[in-house]
């Protein structure tokens, strides 16, 4: 009698697993027996939702990744400082990150490139208020400049004031590390200036405040032109999923271009798309000063110069930045977004 | 004295050291096993999986990167160190008086008590950098963390403590005129040394933490800065080296407490021995 | 006066609120010990006499009746009167010495000048050689003799012992008790004992007072009328046997006949 019972049971055991292993196969193969395979792909943001990610927004709202058979699961890491380390190990598809990361990163065998040139130019700049009468590099000598712990600043601070005739450079000034509250550490006075605050964030944020400030901007003081925010991804999906890191980044171009042309609407997708997270009265005079450093030379979004990279790479080499010898153009692809 | 009872003297005295040595080593060694057998499978498993240092270094690259750099690592772990030992001292301080305090004063009690409970749900990362603009980025900021963190287990077991005397001791005490100070110094307190004593051996470990979490916010200097900048440039042999030596730093000073708590209440040692060999009879 | 007891305790009762009955411990008891006595009370469990000694101790008042010391009506007795318990309640964090000094400390007395006093009674209180030890290291008896010799040195004019041998074996009893004569006799001190133990009763005291059960109160008295010193051969002997037949006969009439008294009532002892 038992041994039925027993054999009926494994017997439905087995039916049951069977049946379930089909489904999820099923499921796997579901959606999209279309020519291209639909993909899902992660995109680690380099900070919380802001004005800099209007193309992507917008790309997502009209459905410019859908267009390329995408599915785009993009978020903010708890820790932002992890970006090029997760698609580096491959965890995410792609992330938004900074020039100077992915050469300290590439020095330190890191896998990552740089797939577009998000931000055209420097967003960091050395901020005073208007009142401390503070508006050129050496007019910080002897004063407590803050910033947010990120050592790459103290070398561009450097550049700057040296650029501005002080020869003694970093040494002249005192460097006080405030955490990521620069606005707060420049409007209570805990510092004269700060550096490592955006002319297209921090600066409105403390003027909203009722505190005109003073900006300096780091290419006109002596430090290259460099791209602020770039999309990455690993060595392994350049070279493996080129045509996915094709289809992404065309729509995310597509989103970009529409956020250059009209600013203001692509402020309304991106209030819509984060239920109203975002303040507003930061992020849209944000997005009318971002748009011009979305634009290219060539009009042509995301667009990556082999001779401002070099230039890049050889200003953190000299100032001793890179533990490593490294190749500027082994850094970054121009393939996704050569000519159309 | 001779040269004869020199002789048997230093024997017996390293053979005495030999013994406590060896049983030191005797009560240590299967926690030592383990550990060895987690670092010699993590460097197994880096190497075998040709994991990248940047994502997770082998134990080996940490130890080397500790030796090369153990100057800079040691300037660091002594600022946070500072940070540990002042803010621990100011809760240590504080928690005491305010634990007195609330075992003396019924009306006190009621009015503080719960505050002292609410204390360690504040999430202290987020609230550190309104401390900052308050105090500035110097080491105040960072003590205080410190002292906020270290001050909740401190004042809860010494409140404990103070109120677990015997019923029956009190009245005796009172039938022999003691008045309620004398009641407070002379058996309250040494009573409660026990209690307060397990309160600082957790006090310490989170001191620690508190430091570190201090410095991540604003700071110049400390391993937690070091950790955070390490991060920042890909360094993540550093970022562990940092863990390893705060690891350290708080076992060490719960071995410490442990060390001060066994010179200064050894009854409560002796007492828990004996009854513990009895019960075996 | 002379005529008057070093302590005296007259129509004290005792009676508690609890949940909304009146419990009524003592009734209406009347003792008194004179100058140098040694009197003995024993009563069934619950009979009320720990809630008499703390009456007396000074922790409790009494509901009607009043304690007289040296004939005066003793208001703020608390502290006059030296009380040791059952447990020994020595203080785990302190040595035999500092915790015989406690009585003294309590007073003011310097340290130093209360461990010499302290000092010169070890050895008749058997425990030279153990100034320094915790009281986890010493056995039952010992702790016991540390206690009792931490309420003689706070030097109070009457002891009140509230079942302090109830802990030690018969063997250790019987030796203490001849221990404790031999100082009482040296200390000259009034002392009342409350115990179980009929044969301890009558073997250290001069008068036994019997107790009723709750309500408390005084029963019978018995002059005990034994010479001293008291010697053990005087436990087996006619008039100690007849004293003790009484005495149980008195306690057995006092139990509810039938019902265990230690069982079915709350100890408000």
């Given at each position: 009698?038992?041994?039925?019972?027993?054999?009926?049971?494994?017997?439905?055991?087995?039916?049951?697993?069977?049946?379930?292993?089909?489904?999820?196969?099923?499921?796997?193969?579901?959606?999209?027996?279309?020519?291209?395979?639909?993909?899902?792909?992660?995109?680690?943001?380099?900070?919380?939702?802001?004005?800099?990610?209007?193309?992507?927004?917008?790309?997502?709202?009209?459905?410019?990744?859908?267009?390329?058979?995408?599915?785009?699961?993009?978020?903010?890491?708890?820790?932002?400082?992890?970006?090029?380390?997760?698609?580096?190990?491959?965890?995410?598809?792609?992330?938004?990150?900074?020039?100077?990361?992915?050469?300290?990163?590439?020095?330190?065998?890191?896998?990552?490139?740089?797939?577009?040139?998000?931000?055209?130019?420097?967003?960091?700049?050395?901020?005073?208020?208007?009142?401390?009468?503070?508006?050129?590099?050496?007019?910080?000598?002897?004063?407590?400049?803050?910033?947010?712990?990120?050592?790459?600043?103290?070398?561009?601070?450097?550049?700057?004031?040296?650029?501005?005739?002080?020869?003694?450079?970093?040494?002249?000034?005192?460097?006080?590390?405030?955490?990521?509250?620069?606005?707060?550490?420049?409007?209570?006075?805990?510092?004269?200036?700060?550096?490592?605050?955006?002319?297209?964030?921090?600066?409105?944020?403390?003027?909203?405040?009722?505190?005109?400030?003073?900006?300096?901007?780091?290419?006109?003081?002596?430090?290259?032109?460099?791209?602020?925010?770039?999309?990455?991804?690993?060595?392994?999906?350049?070279?493996?999923?080129?045509?996915?890191?094709?289809?992404?980044?065309?729509?995310?171009?597509?989103?970009?271009?529409?956020?250059?042309?009209?600013?203001?609407?692509?402020?309304?997708?991106?209030?819509?798309?984060?239920?109203?997270?975002?303040?507003?009265?930061?992020?849209?005079?944000?997005?009318?000063?971002?748009?011009?450093?979305?634009?290219?030379?060539?009009?042509?979004?995301?667009?990556?110069?082999?001779?401002?990279?070099?230039?890049?790479?050889?200003?953190?080499?000299?100032?001793?930045?890179?533990?490593?010898?490294?190749?500027?153009?082994?850094?970054?692809?121009?393939?996704?977004?050569?000519?159309? | 004295?001779?040269?004869?009872?020199?002789?048997?003297?230093?024997?017996?005295?390293?053979?005495?050291?030999?013994?406590?040595?060896?049983?030191?080593?005797?009560?240590?060694?299967?926690?030592?096993?383990?550990?060895?057998?987690?670092?010699?499978?993590?460097?197994?498993?880096?190497?075998?999986?040709?994991?990248?240092?940047?994502?997770?270094?082998?134990?080996?690259?940490?130890?080397?990167?500790?030796?090369?750099?153990?100057?800079?690592?040691?300037?660091?772990?002594?600022?946070?160190?500072?940070?540990?030992?002042?803010?621990?001292?100011?809760?240590?301080?504080?928690?005491?008086?305010?634990?007195?305090?609330?075992?003396?004063?019924?009306?006190?009690?009621?009015?503080?008590?719960?505050?002292?409970?609410?204390?360690?749900?504040?999430?202290?990362?987020?609230?550190?950098?309104?401390?900052?603009?308050?105090?500035?980025?110097?080491?105040?900021?960072?003590?205080?963390?410190?002292?906020?963190?270290?001050?909740?287990?401190?004042?809860?077991?010494?409140?404990?403590?103070?109120?677990?005397?015997?019923?029956?001791?009190?009245?005796?005490?009172?039938?022999?005129?003691?008045?309620?100070?004398?009641?407070?110094?002379?058996?309250?307190?040494?009573?409660?040394?026990?209690?307060?004593?397990?309160?600082?051996?957790?006090?310490?470990?989170?001191?620690?933490?508190?430091?570190?979490?201090?410095?991540?916010?604003?700071?110049?200097?400390?391993?937690?800065?070091?950790?955070?900048?390490?991060?920042?440039?890909?360094?993540?042999?550093?970022?562990?080296?940092?863990?390893?030596?705060?690891?350290?730093?708080?076992?060490?000073?719960?071995?410490?407490?442990?060390?001060?708590?066994?010179?200064?209440?050894?009854?409560?040692?002796?007492?828990?021995?004996?009854?513990?060999?009895?019960?075996?009879? | 006066?002379?005529?008057?007891?070093?302590?005296?305790?007259?129509?004290?009762?005792?009676?508690?609120?609890?949940?909304?009955?009146?419990?009524?411990?003592?009734?209406?008891?009347?003792?008194?010990?004179?100058?140098?006595?040694?009197?003995?009370?024993?009563?069934?469990?619950?009979?009320?006499?720990?809630?008499?000694?703390?009456?007396?101790?000074?922790?409790?008042?009494?509901?009607?009746?009043?304690?007289?010391?040296?004939?005066?009506?003793?208001?703020?007795?608390?502290?006059?009167?030296?009380?040791m318990?059952q447990?020994d309640?020595l203080?785990?964090?302190?040595?035999?010495?500092?915790?015989?000094?406690?009585?003294?400390?309590?007073?003011?007395?310097?340290?130093?000048?209360?461990?010499?006093?302290?000092?010169?009674?070890?050895?008749?209180?058997?425990?030279?050689?153990?100034?320094?030890?915790?009281?986890?290291?010493l056995s039952g008896g010992m702790r016991q003799r540390a206690s009792f010799?931490?309420?003689?040195?706070?030097?109070?004019?009457?002891?009140?012992?509230?079942?302090p041998f109830?802990a030690l074996?018969?063997?250790n009893?019987?030796?203490i008790?001849?221990?404790?004569?031999?100082?009482?006799?040296?200390?000259?001190?009034?002392?009342?004992?409350?115990?179980?133990?009929?044969?301890?009763?009558?073997?250290?005291?001069?008068?036994?007072?019997?107790?009723?059960?709750?309500?408390?109160?005084?029963?019978?008295?018995?002059?005990?009328?034994?010479?001293?010193?008291?010697?053990?051969?005087?436990?087996?002997?006619?008039?100690?046997?007849?004293?003790?037949?009484?005495?149980?006969?008195?306690?057995?009439?006092?139990?509810?006949?039938?019902?265990?008294?230690?069982?079915?009532?709350?100890?408000?002892?």
């Amino acid at each position: 009698m038992r041994s039925i019972n027993n054999n009926l049971r494994q017997g439905l055991l087995l039916g049951l697993v069977l049946a379930f292993a089909l489904l999820a196969m099923a499921c796997g193969n579901g959606d999209g027996d279309s020519e291209t395979e639909h993909v899902t792909v992660k995109l680690a943001l380099d900070w919380y939702p802001n004005a800099n990610h209007l193309g992507l927004f917008i790309a997502e709202e009209k459905g410019y990744f859908e267009d390329e058979a995408l599915e785009v699961d993009f978020y903010t890491p708890v820790d932002p400082t992890t970006v090029l380390v997760t698609v580096g190990s491959g965890e995410d598809d792609f992330g938004i990150s900074y020039q100077p990361d992915v050469l300290l990163a590439r020095a330190q065998g890191v896998p990552v490139v740089s797939v577009a040139g998000m931000v055209q130019h420097p967003l960091n700049s050395v901020m005073a208020l208007k009142s401390s009468g503070i508006a050129t590099p050496s007019d910080l000598v002897g004063k407590k400049v803050g910033y947010p712990g990120i050592p790459t600043n103290e070398p561009l601070l450097d550049t700057m004031l040296k650029a501005d005739g002080v020869t003694g450079g970093l040494a002249e000034v005192t460097l006080v590390n405030v955490g990521f509250d620069l606005a707060p550490a420049l409007i209570s006075g805990m510092v004269d200036a700060v550096v490592g605050a955006y002319w297209t964030h921090e600066s409105i944020l403390v003027e909203n405040e009722g505190h005109p400030v003073n900006i300096m901007r780091m290419e006109e003081w002596g430090v290259p032109d460099y791209y602020e925010l770039v999309l990455v991804a690993s060595e392994d999906t350049v070279r493996d999923r080129a045509d996915v890191v094709e289809r992404f980044v065309r729509a995310l171009r597509r989103g970009y271009e529409d956020a250059i042309d009209d600013p203001q609407a692509g402020v309304d997708i991106l209030l819509k798309g984060t239920e109203e997270e975002v303040d507003e009265a930061i992020e849209r005079p944000g997005a009318d000063l971002l748009a011009p450093v979305w634009r290219t030379d060539k009009a042509q979004f995301g667009q990556q110069d082999s001779a401002r990279w070099e230039e890049f790479t050889r200003w953190m080499q000299e100032n001793g930045l890179l533990a490593a010898e490294v190749n500027a153009g082994d850094a970054f692809t121009d393939r996704f977004t050569g000519d159309r | 004295m001779s040269l004869d009872t020199l002789k048997s003297g230093l024997i017996h005295w390293s053979a005495a050291g030999y013994f406590r040595v060896s049983r030191a080593v005797g009560q240590w060694f299967p926690s030592l096993l383990i550990v060895m057998a987690i670092l010699g499978f993590w460097e197994g498993y880096v190497r075998a999986f040709d994991v990248q240092r940047w994502l997770l270094p082998a134990p080996s690259v940490i130890a080397t990167t500790m030796g090369d750099r153990a100057g800079m690592l040691s300037e660091h772990a002594l600022v946070t160190l500072e940070e540990v030992l002042i803010g621990f001292s100011l809760a240590l301080f504080g928690g005491v008086v305010l634990a007195s305090t609330i075992a003396l004063s019924r009306t006190f009690e009621r009015a503080i008590y719960p505050f002292v409970i609410a204390s360690p749900t504040i999430p202290w990362l987020l609230v550190a950098p309104l401390l900052l603009i308050w105090f500035g980025p110097g080491l105040a900021t960072k003590i205080i963390v410190v002292a906020l963190i270290a001050f909740f287990p401190i004042v809860v077991t010494m409140v404990d403590g103070l109120r677990s005397i015997d019923p029956d001791l009190v009245s005796l005490l009172r039938t022999m005129g003691a008045s309620r100070w004398q009641l407070f110094t002379k058996v309250q307190l040494p009573s409660s040394l026990p209690f307060l004593f397990s309160g600082i051996k957790v006090a310490v470990a989170v001191s620690v933490i508190g430091a570190v979490v201090g410095e991540w916010v604003g700071s110049s200097e400390g391993l937690g800065y070091l950790m955070v900048r390490s991060k920042a440039q890909f360094l993540t042999e550093r970022v562990f080296a940092s863990i390893v030596i705060l690891a350290a730093m708080g076992f060490g000073l719960f071995l410490l407490v442990g060390l001060i708590e066994r010179w200064s209440i050894p009854w409560w040692h002796g007492q828990r021995r004996a009854r513990s060999s009895r019960q075996e009879l | 006066m002379d005529s008057d007891p070093k302590i005296r305790i007259e129509g004290v009762t005792k009676r508690f609120l609890q949940n909304g009955r009146t419990l009524s411990v003592l009734e209406d008891v009347d003792l008194y010990a004179a100058d140098g006595e040694f009197v003995s009370i024993i009563g069934p469990s619950g009979c009320g006499k720990s809630t008499l000694f703390n009456i007396v101790a000074g922790l409790d008042e009494p509901t009607a009746g009043a304690v007289y010391l040296n004939g005066r009506l003793a208001d703020n007795r608390l502290g006059t009167i030296g009380y040791m318990q059952q447990k020994d309640l020595l203080l785990p964090w302190r040595n035999v010495i500092d915790n015989a000094i406690m009585g003294l400390e309590l007073q003011g007395v310097s340290r130093p000048e209360a461990r010499a006093r302290a000092v010169e009674l070890m050895e008749p209180f058997g425990l030279d050689g153990f100034e320094q030890e915790y009281p986890f290291t010493l056995s039952g008896g010992m702790r016991q003799r540390a206690s009792f010799l931490r309420t003689v040195l706070a030097d109070t004019e009457v002891f009140l012992l509230d079942e302090p041998f109830g802990a030690l074996d018969a063997l250790n009893r019987a030796q203490i008790h001849t221990w404790l004569l031999g100082l009482w006799e040296s200390l000259g001190k009034t002392i009342v004992l409350v115990t179980h133990d009929v044969d301890e009763a009558i073997f250290l005291a001069d008068r036994v007072y019997v107790m009723t059960e709750r309500p408390g109160r005084i029963s019978r008295i018995e002059n005990v009328g034994l010479p001293r010193p008291r010697t053990l051969e005087m436990l087996t002997q006619p008039a100690f046997v007849s004293m003790k037949a009484t005495l149980l006969q008195a306690l057995r009439e006092e139990s509810r006949p039938g019902l265990d008294p230690a069982v079915g009532r709350a100890q408000v002892d």
